[in-house]
C-alpha cells in the first residue's frame, strides 16, 4: 500500500489570528471532531482591503475571532467559499451583515436534501452573491484569487488560488491530515479523481486546507491520495471475488484497522467508488441505481 506523506502538526490558539505566511493569516474555529480534525481554519488575505476564505460554522465567537484579525484600518471586501458543508459556509451570513462583503462560490449546496448527506451537513441556506466558474479571477487591492473547480467531496467544491504567491486554498480536496470523505449523491469519486489530477498540472507551490497544517511539497502528496484510491479500488475487485459483494462486509475487511464509529463514513466512500466502477464497466449491482444494501459483482475481463 502506498505511505501517504500526512502532515498532522500544526500549532495554534483558538481564537488567535495567527499570520502564517506573507500576506495569509488564519484563525481556528473550536469546533474539533473527527472530521473537522482540530476546527476549521478561516483564511484572510492581504492587507487593508482582504478577502475571508472559508468563514467557517456560524459560531458567534468565531465570527468575533476573524473580525478580530483585522489590523486597524483594514475591511473585508470579498467572502471565498470552498464549498456549502456546516464546517466551512455558514459563518458567511454573520460576516456578510457585519461587512457588507459579497460571498462568492460556484453555487448553492447540491445533490439532494437528507440524501446521504455527509458528517458535515449540508448548508442549505447559502446562495452566493457572485457565482464562480473555473478560471475566473477575483481581484482585491493587491491580491487576486483564481477559482479552480475540485468537484468529488462535493459537486460545488472550489479551490482558490492566491495568485500572488502560487498558494492554493485546497478546502477539504486535498489536506494534509486526511483523505477526504467521498459521500454519493452529491460525492463523486470520478469527479473527485479528476479534479486530483487537475491539480498535477499546475503550479501551486503550497497548499493550505481549511483543516489542518500547510502541504509543502503538492504533488508528490496529490500523486499520493490517486494512487491510494487506485488501490482501495483494487480491494474493493478482491473482496468481490472472495464473496465479500455487500458494502458492510467490505468495510470490515477493507476498514479493519480504522475505528467503528467511522464505518459509516467509510462506506460512503467504498459506494461511491463502487459507483465509479459501475459506470466504467468494471462491477455490476443486482439493482438499477447503487445503494448501500445493493449486491456488487466483479466484472471478469
Not at 85 to 100: E, N, Q, R, V, Y
Not at 105 to 112: D, L, Q, R, V, W
Not at 160 to 168: I, S, T, V
Request: include cysteine.
Amino acid at each position: 500500500m502506498v505511505e501517504i506523506p500526512y502532515v498532522r502538526d500544526i500549532q495554534f490558539e483558538y481564537g488567535v489570528t495567527q499570520q502564517v505566511a506573507p500576506g495569509i493569516r488564519r484563525v481556528i474555529a473550536a469546533n474539533k471532531g473527527p472530521f473537522t480534525y482540530t476546527g476549521s481554519g478561516t483564511y484572510i488575505i492581504g492587507d487593508g482591503e482582504v478577502a475571508v476564505i472559508d468563514p467557517g460554522p456560524n459560531l458567534p465567537e468565531h465570527v468575533d475571532a476573524i473580525l478580530a484579525g483585522l489590523k486597524p484600518g483594514e475591511r473585508i471586501t470579498h467572502i471565498l467559499i470552498t464549498h456549502t458543508h456546516m464546517d466551512h459556509s455558514p459563518a458567511a451570513a454573520p460576516l456578510k451583515a457585519l461587512t457588507g462583503a459579497k460571498t462568492y462560490a460556484y453555487g448553492p449546496h447540491g445533490g439532494a436534501r437528507g440524501r446521504g448527506e455527509s458528517e458535515e451537513g449540508g448548508d442549505w441556506d447559502f446562495m452566493p452573491d457572485v457565482r464562480v466558474a473555473h478560471g475566473d479571477v477575483v481581484e482585491g487591492n493587491g491580491w487576486s484569487a483564481e477559482a479552480v473547480f475540485t468537484p468529488g467531496h462535493t459537486s460545488n467544491h472550489m479551490s482558490w488560488q492566491y495568485r500572488e504567491h502560487k498558494a492554493l486554498f485546497t478546502g477539504d480536496h486535498v489536506m494534509g491530515w486526511s483523505t477526504s470523505v467521498i459521500a454519493p449523491p452529491d460525492g463523486d469519486m470520478k469527479s473527485y479523481m479528476d479534479s486530483l489530477r487537475l491539480l498535477l498540472d499546475r503550479d501551486d507551490e503550497i497548499y493550505w486546507p481549511t483543516h489542518g497544517p500547510a502541504i509543502t511539497d503538492p504533488k508528490p502528496f496529490v500523486q499520493a491520495f490517486i494512487t491510494h484510491r487506485e488501490e482501495r479500488e483494487a480491494q474493493i475487485m478482491a473482496c468481490l471475488r472472495s464473496d465479500a459483494r455487500y458494502i458492510p462486509a467490505m468495510v470490515k475487511i477493507m476498514y479493519a484497522n480504522v475505528p467503528e464509529n467511522l464505518h459509516p463514513a467509510a462506506s460512503r466512500s467504498v459506494l461511491a467508488h463502487l459507483e465509479h466502477m459501475i459506470d466504467t464497466g468494471r462491477v455490476v449491482s443486482s439493482t438499477e441505481t447503487a445503494t448501500m444494501k445493493s449486491l456488487y459483482t466483479a466484472v471478469d475481463n
